[in-house]
């Protein structure tokens, strides 16, 4: 039952690292990353649920956590660089 | 609780303690201070060790109290306590010489954290001298090389960055490289403890995986001490580093590596891969070969007088892997004086160039002419520092050179090519060192090409600074004189890496 | 069946490398970073490694995919097209040489898990025994990190400390003072006019940081201990820096406070060392701390791990606001 | 089956081959910092897979009387440390490419050598 | 008991991965950013839900179930706000969605 689980979740995450490849624009890429994170945090629980080991379940929230300061980090430093390349008046330091 | 018992692990702990507290001290020279006594303090546990392991005996201590294979193990032998002495030595005098031109060089907020990398640098390296674990070498290797590159980056111009970067990339590939081959060992002994894993390398039934691990650690051990092919570094990271840099590294940085490639090879592997001794030689000694010969011959067209003494390292490191490469008592002997013998014609050179650089800016062969009549004391030391280096008779170079040539000798047939290299690259050594000293003594001064403001300013550098240099010229000259001292360690030394080799 | 996924997750490590490798646009590369980190993570994870794993995810993941951003904010993000690649084909030829001396090394070497390979003879079962006598400690890693080991970790906290002085120097050459309070910080004006992140984040915060004190002292029963919280606990007021601004999170914890966090864990672990040798025991033998040496050993880890979660935290936050700090 | 057994020392091949690779082809700086990241990576891979026993779990032993089968705790403390020694290079590295940056306004490797040659 | 608690859990864990697999897809087959995102988004809130609501079923009362719905809160909490941020950044950098661009050109290829 848990192998079918992680099975669509491994291939999900393989279908978000194509999106990830492919991706035109970068906000495609911050989308796969974003994606690949919840991913990886659900493919966690299932397997320490697999192996037996729950006491891992801790490291599904740490990765969790990561991955939204990550998607967070790369949309504001993303966006301070556009607006540095694009000189807007209104921020400009 | 007798301190006594501890000293093992003192010349790792000093530096280690003071490093956060001089990065934390907001009055530089404050930092300073208590940069220059913990290296005193270093140095001198480096000479109660030297003196204890003077008979040849090793000292183990069990950190944290754990027996050997299982925590980690300290395993000083008279090799690791005569480069502790080097690194101790150098750093002390180049941290009191130096003071001056880095208070000129690195603005007053952020010269605790310069003294905080220098203590670093001491740490790292003496931790990789001392330990006798495989991985803890990995771990001290890279405090010494990141806070390295921390310090070659304090020098003020801008091809210090590109210097150090290149350093750091090919520094990292080198660590990276001794990790896979201390992990293949790993994966075939199970110990990281370098006597256990002698002990257990011999019974292992397959061949393949050692042989790799070997190639690793040797192609990454050589990379980060600068051996021949794999050198483009050095040069530019000794040229643009602060001069107080250049003198510490240049004497010691790479010679701890070569300690742990002596180690590795002659403790670990001569005893278990068949017939390494000949792999060693065949593959070490045309290596050192084309490295003296390539070393000295780029460092007579050199014009910048730091690059220049950066490649004559690479050529002197071709003398050390050349006695190593002959795989017997002779030639280890040779090759461990020398590691000692050129620390200190190089650092005394580079300590001279500190003295020198409170009047010049640049360091040309063109800026130094005439440097001479302004600057006696300190170009008299730098003369006998390049005798040193040459190996004139009475000074410390010409001990280890002859007991390179008299090993060479024991080399049959093959002896008198190498002695021949030997001396031809002396020749070269007078050569290029001829090239600096002489406008330097006779040429007349032009002042606008030395970049100095004008003559009356020029005089001769701070006393304390030159109390330095002349110390640094009178150990070359005494341990030239008696080399009692550094002989015992270095035949204790080469009896102890030979005793596994069949 | 798990090797199964392995195999896959392996795969698809190696693609991502490439991916990296090929990207021209230098953000893609550093995102596909974040997603390579990931996915080594995974791979701890399959590969029974959980502590390693957590730390990978905190340090790799989290904190290094801030500081490459961090860099990228300060530098061009588009690697220059050239006409003609140069040293591309040598650099394959002994590419592809070095693989196949490896690919050839490998079938000699112990397959991977079986239990009778070398490396689990020799060492290893000494400490499975040993720890729940001399430590009684669940988790044998944090054991063998701290104590066994514990010379190593000391070494390895003060690489942590020398690349935040390391980054502290490089990045303050030619400003006023170490980390230079800034008069309007650059990032809040981008975040502020998010509402929902801005307030959602603020909610998070304080449940993040209390999730990393709980990874520091829960390092004995179960995955966790120093790095990884002061990884977590660091992206947490790095969110915190996001969402107000570095100059409100710099008044949350000013430089000065910072350096003497990464300096006092440090100095926390060495003195703990000296102070096992002043009371009789070797440097780092924690059983002198206390009458009995079981406990002697779990204060000892406990001090050790909380040096080492200071340092890191100290540290990564420097290190995060040099960079922001070297934005004017 | 032989290729279970050994598919983790070929990948750890071609990792440390592309970051290798990524090292010394590529002439952007940053880029260069990625494949030393990557190159670094391979090194865990080979050490946690030496550490992995077949049917064992992560070593945290929660009743030491039951005879369970745990994995090797020494390869995973040394890449503990291994990690954090990674991210501590790059934090350096990336430090060295911004103030590169600053000198030279370009982070192209042929770029800098072509003006510190000029100066 | 146990066999209805069994089957309700295994029913949710696949219906879970059947959704999760439906936003991958989705992610990758549609045809501009601002779709792509919908379709994973949605799947990122459903999925975990579906998924970790299974898992919590077949622990029962325990710390297990109080870790995995800690899991689901936090993921219900930041999966949404990391889209919108997401989408709110997209639409501020100027990425045109919605339909206009598949008039003149091959609807499957964007024009952006």
Request: charged residues 15%.
């Amino acid at each position: 039952m848990y192998i079918v689980a992680s099975l669509a979740i491994v291939m999900t995450m393989c279908l978000a690292l194509t999106r990830a490849l492919l991706g035109p624009t970068v906000y495609d890429r911050v989308l796969a990353v974003n994606m690949f994170g919840t991913k990886t945090v659900l493919l966690l629980a299932v397997v320490a649920f697999l192996n037996g080991r729950t006491d891992f379940l801790d490291l599904a929230l740490a990765y969790a956590l990561i991955n939204f300061i990550g998607v967070l980090a790369v949309l504001v430093f993303f966006q301070s660089s556009r607006e540095r390349a694009a000189g807007k008046p209104g921020e400009q330091r | 609780m007798s301190l006594e018992a501890h000293i093992p692990a003192l010349p790792v702990i000093v530096p280690l303690l003071a490093a956060p507290i001089a990065a934390y001290l907001r009055p530089r020279h404050l930092a300073w201070a208590a940069a220059t006594l913990a290296s005193i303090a270093s140095f001198a546990i480096a000479v109660l060790l030297a003196l204890a392991t003077r008979d040849g005996s090793i000292h183990r201590y069990a950190m944290g109290g754990w027996p050997a294979p299982f925590g980690i193990e300290l395993a000083i032998d008279s090799l690791g306590a005569l480069v502790l002495l080097i690194i101790t030595g150098a750093s002390t005098l180049a941290i009191i010489a130096g003071r001056e031109t880095i208070e000129r060089d690195i603005e007053p907020h952020r010269q605790p954290l310069f003294y905080a990398a220098w203590l670093m640098v001491v740490a790292g390296l003496a931790g990789i001298a001392i330990t006798g674990d495989a991985f803890n070498v990995f771990v001290f290797m890279e405090i010494s090389s990141l806070a390295t590159y921390v310090v070659i980056a304090a020098g003020s111009d801008r091809q210090a960055l590109t210097a150090v970067f290149k350093y750091l990339i090919m520094g990292t590939i080198g660590a990276t490289f001794y990790l896979i081959g201390v992990g293949f060992v790993y994966m075939m002994t199970g110990t990281l403890n370098f006597a256990d894993m002698q002990a257990r390398l011999a019974d292992i039934p397959y061949v393949a995986p050692v042989h790799l691990a070997a190639a690793f650690i040797i192609v990454g051990l050589a990379l980060k001490a600068a051996v021949f092919p794999l050198h483009a570094w050095l040069p530019n990271a000794y040229a643009h580093a602060p001069h107080a840099v250049t003198a510490f590294i240049a004497a010691c940085s790479t010679k701890v590596t070569i300690l742990v490639l002596l180690r590795f090879d002659f403790v670990v592997f001569m005893g278990n891969i068949a017939e390494h001794a000949t792999q060693f030689a065949l593959f070490v000694m045309p290596l050192a070969l084309l490295g003296i010969l390539f070393g000295s011959g780029v460092a007579i067209f050199e014009t910048n007088v730091k690059r220049l003494l950066g490649y004559s390292s690479i050529a002197q490191l071709g003398y050390i892997l050349l006695g190593a490469s002959f795989v017997d008592r002779a030639g280890l002997l040779a090759s461990v004086l020398h590691i000692f013998n050129h620390a200190l014609a190089k650092g005394a050179l580079f300590l001279a160039i500190v003295a020198l650089g409170h009047h010049l800016t640049r360091f040309e062969i063109r800026d130094l002419h005439g440097i001479g009549r302004r600057m006696p004391w300190t170009l008299g030391a730098f003369s006998i520092a390049a005798l040193s280096l040459v190996g004139v008779p009475g000074t410390a170079g010409f001990i280890s050179k002859w007991y390179l040539i008299v090993a060479a000798f024991g080399q049959g047939s093959l002896g008198l090519v190498l002695v021949g290299v030997i001396v031809a690259s002396s020749l070269m050594a007078v050569v290029y060192l001829w090239r600096i000293l002489e406008p330097a003594w006779f040429a007349a001064a032009d002042p606008v090409a030395a970049g100095a403001a004008d003559d009356k300013r020029v005089g001769e550098a701070p006393v304390g600074v030159l109390a330095v240099v002349l110390l640094a010229a009178a150990l070359n000259v005494w341990f030239g004189l008696v080399p009692a001292f550094p002989l015992e360690l270095a035949g204790h030394a080469a009896d102890e890496l030979l005793r596994h080799v069949p | 069946m798990i090797v199964v996924f392995s195999l896959f997750l392996l795969s698809l490590l190696v693609v991502t490398a490439i991916a990296i490798v090929r990207s021209e646009n230098l953000f893609s590369a550093v995102m596909l970073s974040g997603i390579f980190s990931l996915l080594m993570a995974l791979n701890f994870f399959i590969l029974d490694a959980a502590d390693v794993a957590l730390t990978e995810a905190a340090v790799g993941a989290g904190v290094s995919t801030v500081l490459l951003l961090g860099a990228l904010a300060l530098t061009p993000t588009e690697e220059r097209r050239r006409k003609r690649e140069r040293k591309v084909a040598a650099t394959l030829v002994t590419v592809t040489m070095i693989f196949l001396a490896i690919s050839y090394a490998s079938f000699d070497q112990p397959r991977i898990g079986d239990p009778d390979a070398p490396v689990h003879r020799h060492v290893a079962p000494w400490y499975l025994e040993q720890t729940p006598e001399l430590i009684d400690i669940p988790n044998v890693v944090t054991a063998v990190l701290g104590s066994f080991r514990g010379y190593d970790t000391l070494g390895e906290v003060y690489v942590v400390l020398t690349a935040g002085i390391g980054v502290l120097f490089l990045l303050s050459a030619g400003r006023p003072g170490l980390l230079p309070h800034r008069r309007e910080p650059r990032i809040e004006s981008s975040l502020k006019s998010h509402l929902i992140p801005h307030v959602v984040g603020r909610v998070l915060i304080p449940f993040i940081v209390l999730f990393g004190l709980y990874v520091q002292f829960h390092g004995e029963y179960g995955p966790g201990g120093g790095f990884q919280a002061g990884a977590i606990i660091a992206a947490g007021i790095i969110l915190f820096a996001l969402l107000e601004g570095e100059g409100a999170a710099l008044k949350v914890l000013p430089p000065r406070v910072l350096v003497g966090l990464a300096i006092g864990g440090a100095l926390l672990y060495l003195l703990v060392g000296v102070a096992c040798m002043l009371l009789g025991g070797n440097f780092l033998d924690y059983s002198v701390l206390a009458a009995d040496p079981v406990t002697g050993q779990q204060i000892g880890i406990i001090l050790i791990e909380l040096g080492v979660g200071l340092a890191v935290t100290g540290t990564l936050l420097s290190i995060f606001h040099a960079f922001a700090a070297r934005e004017q | 089956m032989e290729i279970l057994g050994l598919y983790n020392y070929w990948v750890f091949g071609a990792l440390l081959m592309i970051g290798f690779f990524a090292l010394i082809a590529r002439q952007n700086l940053v880029k260069k910092l990625l494949g030393l990241s990557i190159f670094q990576s391979a090194v865990f891979l080979l050490y946690i897979s030496l550490a992995k026993v077949e049917g064992g779990t992560a070593p945290i032993i929660l009743d030491p009387t039951a005879a369970e089968i745990f994995s090797n705790p020494l390869p995973q403390v040394l890449i503990l440390t291994a990690i954090v020694v990674g991210i501590s290079t790059t934090a350096l590295g990336l430090a060295i490419v911004v103030r590169i940056r600053e000198a030279y306004d370009t982070i192209e490797d042929d770029e800098i050598r072509r003006l510190d040659r000029r100066s | 008991m146990a066999i209805v608690l069994d089957a309700l859990s295994w029913a949710m864990l696949v219906g879970g991965a059947l959704f999760v697999l439906i936003g991958g897809i989705g992610a990758l087959r549609m045809p501009d950013f601002f779709t792509r995102m919908h379709a994973s988004s949605l799947t990122d809130s459903l999925g975990p839900m579906l998924v970790l609501g299974g898992l919590a079923l077949q622990s029962g009362w325990s710390l297990e179930t109080v870790k995995v719905l800690a899991i689901l809160l936090f993921l219900l909490i930041t999966g949404p706000t990391a889209t919108y941020a997401l989408g709110h950044a997209a639409s501020v950098a100027g990425l045109k969605g919605g339909t206009r661009e598949y008039r003149a050109s091959d609807p499957r290829e964007p024009r952006a």
